[in-house]
């Protein structure tokens, strides 16, 4: 029986609400005028003007540092903690603990570790909030890698050992290549969550040290700009590539599987 077109039409009004507003923005992003409302012809002067902006420099600067630090913390201690909650114990508390960072809402940890970090008297800076997104990385690679891992052939493990290879060897040279897309997916979607991350930065962050959400926060309360929609088309175009590329590489894990 043939479907009815009617079904399809919530799909696209859903569509539609949802990436209309992304849609504006990005056209707006090459208004020639002032005004981020009336479109009055095509320019890319924004971008130009949005590349001479030093605060906006910096607080890229800053988030990049503080993803790039923080997805190579939960990369390695994501993949670790996955071999560890899949080979080596059955504790389903433990897999609670694990995975709670990730649906903890982001008020409810960046208070936490505010408190934490006031608890312990260290300072706020880049290493603060470079280690506050490590906490919540650390359990999105976890699960994606988790995924890979309960998927693989274990039968090739046992045959490493069967040979006389060291666990270590074993490790190294047949589980992390079965891992490998399963790790780079989980690094590319800890990557995107931290540079697009604000409410953890802003607890966690110093008034010297700003990442670019926090920049952008400053900017837009003062009324959005033509230049504030061109930042925003280019994190668009950054979150969009790198989401794509974890997609990707996670189907290949499936197809792997």
Not at 142 to 167: F, K
Not at 198 to 218: D, E, G, R, W
Request: no cysteine; charged share 10%; glycine share 6%.
């Amino acid at each position: 029986m043939r479907r009815s077109r009617l079904l399809y039409v919530p799909f696209w009004v859903s569509y539609v609400f949802l990436y209309t507003p992304i849609v504006v923005l990005v056209a707006m992003s090459f208004n020639a005028g002032e005004s981020p409302y009336v479109y009055e012809g095509f320019s890319l002067d924004w971008y130009g003007v949005l590349a001479q902006n030093e605060r906006i420099r910096e607080g890229l600067v800053n988030t990049l540092i503080v993803a790039a630090g923080s997805t190579a913390l939960a990369t390695v201690l994501g993949t670790l903690l996955a071999v560890g909650l899949v080979r080596h114990t059955r504790s389903r508390a433990l897999d609670a603990l694990g995975m709670l960072p990730a649906v903890l809402p982001d008020l409810v940890l960046g208070i936490g570790l505010l408190v934490f970090y006031a608890t312990i008297r260290s300072t706020l800076g880049l290493h603060s909030v470079l280690l506050a997104h490590t906490v919540f990385g650390t359990a999105f690679v976890t699960a994606v890698v988790r995924t890979r891992l309960t998927h693989a052939d274990t039968s090739l493990e046992e045959a490493s050992r069967d040979l006389g290879a060291t666990p270590l060897t074993t490790f190294a040279r047949v589980t992390l290549p079965q891992l490998a897309p399963g790790i780079v997916a989980g690094a590319l979607l800890a990557f995107t969550l931290s540079v697009d991350e604000f409410v953890i930065a802003f607890f966690t962050a110093a008034p010297t040290t700003p990442t670019l959400p926090i920049v952008i926060y400053s900017m837009v309360r003062f009324g959005v700009t033509p230049e504030i929609n061109a930042l925003a088309t280019l994190l668009l175009l950054v979150s969009f590539t790198v989401v794509i590329v974890a997609q990707r590489m996670t189907r290949l894990t499936e197809s792997l599987s």
